[in-house]
Protein backbone atom coordinates (compact mmCIF):
# COMPACT_ATOMS: atom_id res chain seq x y z
CA UNK A 1 0.00 0.00 0.00
CA UNK A 2 1.82 3.17 -1.25
CA UNK A 3 1.37 6.52 0.26
CA UNK A 4 -1.32 8.73 -1.20
CA UNK A 5 -0.18 11.60 -3.33
CA UNK A 6 -0.69 15.14 -2.34
CA UNK A 7 -4.17 16.14 -3.24
CA UNK A 8 -3.93 19.84 -5.21
CA UNK A 9 -3.30 22.89 -2.67
CA UNK A 10 -5.61 25.61 -3.35
CA UNK A 11 -3.83 28.02 -1.01
CA UNK A 12 -0.33 29.80 -2.72
CA UNK A 13 3.13 29.42 -0.35
CA UNK A 14 2.19 33.34 -0.64
CA UNK A 15 -0.96 33.16 1.58
CA UNK A 16 1.15 30.69 3.95
CA UNK A 17 4.04 32.95 4.76
CA UNK A 18 1.67 35.70 5.09
CA UNK A 19 -0.34 34.68 7.65
CA UNK A 20 3.07 32.94 9.06
CA UNK A 21 4.36 36.74 9.00
CA UNK A 22 1.40 38.30 11.04
CA UNK A 23 1.44 35.46 13.40
CA UNK A 24 5.08 36.06 14.29
CA UNK A 25 4.30 39.68 14.87
CA UNK A 26 1.94 39.68 17.33
CA UNK A 27 3.35 38.42 20.90
CA UNK A 28 6.87 40.09 20.55
CA UNK A 29 6.38 40.72 24.49
CA UNK A 30 5.21 36.58 25.51
CA UNK A 31 8.39 36.47 27.61
CA UNK A 32 7.93 39.38 29.56
CA UNK A 33 4.25 37.93 30.87
CA UNK A 34 5.45 36.08 32.90
CA UNK A 35 5.08 39.23 35.54
CA UNK A 36 1.39 39.58 35.31
CA UNK A 37 -0.32 40.39 38.70
CA UNK A 38 -4.09 41.45 38.89
CA UNK A 39 -6.39 42.06 41.73
CA UNK A 40 -8.79 38.79 42.14
CA UNK A 41 -11.34 40.65 43.54
CA UNK A 42 -12.06 43.42 40.57
CA UNK A 43 -12.41 40.07 38.18
CA UNK A 44 -16.09 38.44 37.98
CA UNK A 45 -16.10 34.75 38.96
CA UNK A 46 -17.67 33.70 35.82
CA UNK A 47 -14.74 35.62 33.76
CA UNK A 48 -12.30 33.10 35.61
CA UNK A 49 -14.06 30.44 34.99
CA UNK A 50 -14.27 30.99 31.25
CA UNK A 51 -10.55 32.11 31.70
CA UNK A 52 -9.90 28.35 33.51
CA UNK A 53 -11.88 26.78 30.86
CA UNK A 54 -10.83 28.39 27.98
CA UNK A 55 -7.28 28.13 28.97
CA UNK A 56 -7.22 24.54 28.50
CA UNK A 57 -8.98 24.34 25.26
CA UNK A 58 -6.59 26.07 23.69
CA UNK A 59 -4.14 23.24 25.34
CA UNK A 60 -6.56 20.57 23.24
CA UNK A 61 -4.94 21.82 20.42
CA UNK A 62 -2.99 18.47 20.07
CA UNK A 63 -6.32 16.91 20.22
CA UNK A 64 -7.52 19.36 17.55
CA UNK A 65 -4.71 18.52 14.87
CA UNK A 66 -5.71 15.41 14.38
CA UNK A 67 -9.12 15.70 12.98
CA UNK A 68 -7.22 18.28 10.86
CA UNK A 69 -5.20 16.10 9.47
CA UNK A 70 -7.59 13.83 8.71
CA UNK A 71 -10.28 16.03 6.82
CA UNK A 72 -7.07 18.13 5.09
CA UNK A 73 -6.23 14.85 3.93
CA UNK A 74 -2.55 15.35 2.06
CA UNK A 75 -2.92 18.86 1.33
CA UNK A 76 0.59 20.21 1.82
CA UNK A 77 -0.42 23.96 2.59
CA UNK A 78 -3.26 23.29 4.56
CA UNK A 79 -0.42 21.12 6.77
CA UNK A 80 1.49 23.55 7.25
CA UNK A 81 -1.60 26.11 8.38
CA UNK A 82 -2.15 23.18 11.07
CA UNK A 83 1.12 23.48 12.19
CA UNK A 84 1.49 27.08 12.51
CA UNK A 85 -2.65 27.26 13.55
CA UNK A 86 -1.19 24.57 16.47
CA UNK A 87 1.42 26.99 17.23
CA UNK A 88 -0.64 30.19 18.06
CA UNK A 89 -3.22 28.25 19.58
CA UNK A 90 -1.09 26.89 22.07
CA UNK A 91 0.83 30.74 22.50
CA UNK A 92 -2.99 31.47 23.63
CA UNK A 93 -2.70 28.45 26.44
CA UNK A 94 0.71 30.29 27.56
CA UNK A 95 -0.98 33.51 27.51
CA UNK A 96 -4.12 32.66 29.55
CA UNK A 97 -2.15 30.33 31.78
CA UNK A 98 -0.13 33.81 32.96
CA UNK A 99 -2.97 35.63 33.39
CA UNK A 100 -4.95 32.66 35.50
CA UNK A 101 -1.31 32.83 37.45
CA UNK A 102 -1.68 36.42 37.76
CA UNK A 103 -4.94 36.00 39.15
CA UNK A 104 -2.96 33.68 41.86
CA UNK A 105 -5.04 30.57 40.21
CA UNK A 106 -3.74 27.56 38.03
CA UNK A 107 -4.78 24.80 36.11
CA UNK A 108 -4.37 21.62 38.06
CA UNK A 109 -3.16 18.01 36.72
CA UNK A 110 -6.15 16.79 37.38
CA UNK A 111 -7.24 19.39 34.60
CA UNK A 112 -4.43 18.20 31.91
CA UNK A 113 -4.98 14.49 32.61
CA UNK A 114 -8.86 14.89 31.76
CA UNK A 115 -8.02 17.18 28.65
CA UNK A 116 -5.41 15.05 27.43
CA UNK A 117 -7.42 11.27 28.08
CA UNK A 118 -10.53 12.66 25.82
CA UNK A 119 -11.32 10.58 22.51
CA UNK A 120 -11.71 13.88 20.81
CA UNK A 121 -11.05 12.82 17.23
CA UNK A 122 -13.61 10.20 16.64
CA UNK A 123 -16.13 12.14 18.58
CA UNK A 124 -15.81 15.39 16.25
CA UNK A 125 -15.56 13.27 13.07
CA UNK A 126 -18.85 11.31 14.17
CA UNK A 127 -20.22 14.71 14.53
CA UNK A 128 -19.18 16.07 11.44
CA UNK A 129 -20.47 13.50 9.27
CA UNK A 130 -23.36 13.63 10.72
CA UNK A 131 -23.94 17.25 9.62
CA UNK A 132 -22.30 16.83 6.12
CA UNK A 133 -25.36 17.87 3.77
CA UNK A 134 -23.44 15.60 1.37
CA UNK A 135 -21.42 12.41 1.50
CA UNK A 136 -19.05 13.37 -1.87
CA UNK A 137 -18.21 16.70 -0.28
CA UNK A 138 -14.46 17.31 -0.06
CA UNK A 139 -14.11 17.08 3.57
CA UNK A 140 -11.70 19.92 3.64
CA UNK A 141 -14.46 22.13 2.60
CA UNK A 142 -16.47 20.58 5.35
CA UNK A 143 -13.49 21.39 8.09
CA UNK A 144 -13.27 25.46 6.61
CA UNK A 145 -16.47 26.14 6.71
CA UNK A 146 -16.58 25.01 10.52
CA UNK A 147 -13.25 26.98 11.08
CA UNK A 148 -15.43 29.96 9.88
CA UNK A 149 -17.86 29.14 12.32
CA UNK A 150 -15.74 28.18 15.51
CA UNK A 151 -12.94 30.73 15.32
CA UNK A 152 -15.30 33.29 14.58
CA UNK A 153 -17.03 31.77 18.06
CA UNK A 154 -14.05 32.56 19.73
CA UNK A 155 -13.31 36.32 18.22
CA UNK A 156 -16.48 37.01 20.28
CA UNK A 157 -15.95 34.92 23.43
CA UNK A 158 -12.44 36.62 24.00
CA UNK A 159 -13.84 40.03 23.11
CA UNK A 160 -17.04 39.47 25.75
CA UNK A 161 -14.29 38.62 28.42
CA UNK A 162 -11.93 41.63 27.49
CA UNK A 163 -15.47 44.07 27.93
CA UNK A 164 -16.44 41.85 31.14
CA UNK A 165 -12.75 41.70 33.25
CA UNK A 166 -12.93 45.11 34.85
CA UNK A 167 -9.20 45.24 34.10
CA UNK A 168 -7.99 47.28 31.19
CA UNK A 169 -4.25 45.21 31.34
CA UNK A 170 -6.16 42.35 31.03
CA UNK A 171 -8.34 43.32 28.57
CA UNK A 172 -5.51 44.61 26.39
CA UNK A 173 -4.32 41.25 26.23
CA UNK A 174 -7.74 39.58 25.43
CA UNK A 175 -8.38 41.57 22.94
CA UNK A 176 -4.97 40.87 21.06
CA UNK A 177 -6.06 36.68 21.52
CA UNK A 178 -9.61 37.62 19.78
CA UNK A 179 -6.90 39.98 16.73
CA UNK A 180 -5.02 36.43 16.43
CA UNK A 181 -8.93 34.38 16.35
CA UNK A 182 -9.87 36.81 13.58
CA UNK A 183 -6.83 36.09 11.47
CA UNK A 184 -7.27 31.77 11.62
CA UNK A 185 -11.17 32.92 11.12
CA UNK A 186 -10.11 34.75 7.81
CA UNK A 187 -7.53 32.03 6.91
CA UNK A 188 -10.44 29.94 6.98
CA UNK A 189 -11.81 32.18 4.56
CA UNK A 190 -9.69 32.33 2.24
CA UNK A 191 -8.85 28.83 1.42
CA UNK A 192 -12.49 27.74 1.13
CA UNK A 193 -12.22 31.26 -1.44
CA UNK A 194 -9.63 29.40 -3.44
CA UNK A 195 -11.19 26.23 -3.20
CA UNK A 196 -14.65 27.61 -4.78
CA UNK A 197 -11.91 28.44 -7.31
CA UNK A 198 -11.00 25.18 -8.34
CA UNK A 199 -14.14 23.08 -7.03
CA UNK A 200 -17.25 22.25 -9.97
CA UNK A 201 -20.77 24.11 -9.59
CA UNK A 202 -22.13 20.87 -7.92
CA UNK A 203 -19.61 21.67 -4.96
CA UNK A 204 -20.25 24.83 -4.59
CA UNK A 205 -23.90 24.58 -4.56
CA UNK A 206 -22.61 22.93 -1.26
CA UNK A 207 -20.77 26.16 1.15
CA UNK A 208 -24.56 27.83 1.86
CA UNK A 209 -26.50 25.03 3.01
CA UNK A 210 -23.36 23.21 5.28
CA UNK A 211 -22.88 26.78 6.71
CA UNK A 212 -26.84 26.61 7.70
CA UNK A 213 -26.71 23.07 8.77
CA UNK A 214 -23.65 23.86 11.03
CA UNK A 215 -25.37 26.79 12.12
CA UNK A 216 -27.97 24.92 13.14
CA UNK A 217 -26.47 22.25 15.33
CA UNK A 218 -23.42 24.40 16.00
CA UNK A 219 -21.32 22.20 18.11
CA UNK A 220 -17.54 23.53 19.38
CA UNK A 221 -14.96 21.06 20.04
CA UNK A 222 -15.20 21.40 23.51
CA UNK A 223 -18.53 19.75 23.33
CA UNK A 224 -17.06 16.31 22.37
CA UNK A 225 -14.39 16.34 25.05
CA UNK A 226 -15.78 14.22 28.55
CA UNK A 227 -13.88 16.21 30.48
CA UNK A 228 -15.02 19.36 29.87
CA UNK A 229 -18.82 18.58 31.15
CA UNK A 230 -17.16 16.69 34.12
CA UNK A 231 -16.40 20.72 34.91
CA UNK A 232 -19.37 21.88 33.55
CA UNK A 233 -17.86 23.98 30.54
CA UNK A 234 -19.34 22.70 27.24
CA UNK A 235 -20.91 26.03 27.03
CA UNK A 236 -17.27 27.62 27.13
CA UNK A 237 -17.34 29.48 23.94
CA UNK A 238 -20.77 30.78 24.63
CA UNK A 239 -21.32 31.62 28.75
CA UNK A 240 -20.43 35.34 27.96
CA UNK A 241 -22.12 35.84 25.32
CA UNK A 242 -25.00 37.74 25.66
CA UNK A 243 -28.27 38.90 23.02
CA UNK A 244 -26.26 41.15 21.70
CA UNK A 245 -23.61 39.45 21.21
CA UNK A 246 -25.63 36.42 19.67
CA UNK A 247 -27.00 38.99 16.81
CA UNK A 248 -23.62 39.90 16.10
CA UNK A 249 -22.36 36.74 15.40
CA UNK A 250 -25.56 35.90 12.83
CA UNK A 251 -24.78 39.01 11.20
CA UNK A 252 -21.52 38.56 10.91
CA UNK A 253 -21.75 34.70 9.58
CA UNK A 254 -25.02 35.02 7.33
CA UNK A 255 -23.23 38.26 5.98
CA UNK A 256 -19.84 36.64 4.94
CA UNK A 257 -21.75 33.36 3.81
CA UNK A 258 -24.77 35.30 2.02
CA UNK A 259 -22.36 35.00 -1.58
CA UNK A 260 -22.29 31.69 -1.81
CA UNK A 261 -25.99 31.07 -1.76
CA UNK A 262 -25.89 32.44 -5.51
CA UNK A 263 -24.22 28.67 -6.05
CA UNK A 264 -26.97 26.64 -4.70
CA UNK A 265 -29.53 25.16 -6.82
CA UNK A 266 -32.32 26.97 -5.92
CA UNK A 267 -31.32 30.22 -3.75
CA UNK A 268 -34.72 30.81 -3.20
CA UNK A 269 -36.03 27.96 -1.05
CA UNK A 270 -32.63 27.54 0.58
FE1 LIG B 1 -7.02 30.46 20.47
FE1 LIG C 1 -8.10 30.16 16.75
Redesign the pocket.
Known amino acids: MGIHPPYPSFTTPDTIDDFFVAGRNLWPDLADLKQLTYDREQVPDEVVRFLRSTCLN?HGVAHYLGSYFHNYHNDFKLRFWSAMWTAE?YT?YIVLRRIIQGLGDDLTPRDFAGLEDGDYVENFLAYLDDIRVDKSMDSRMLQLIYGVLQEYG?VIAYTAAAEQCNDEGMAKILRR?AK??MRHCRFNQVALEAMMEHCSEDEKALVWPQFRAIWGDLQMPTEHIAYFSEIGATDLYTSLWDGEKRSKIILYLSHYFQKFRQYTKDPATT
Open positions: EEHAVDE
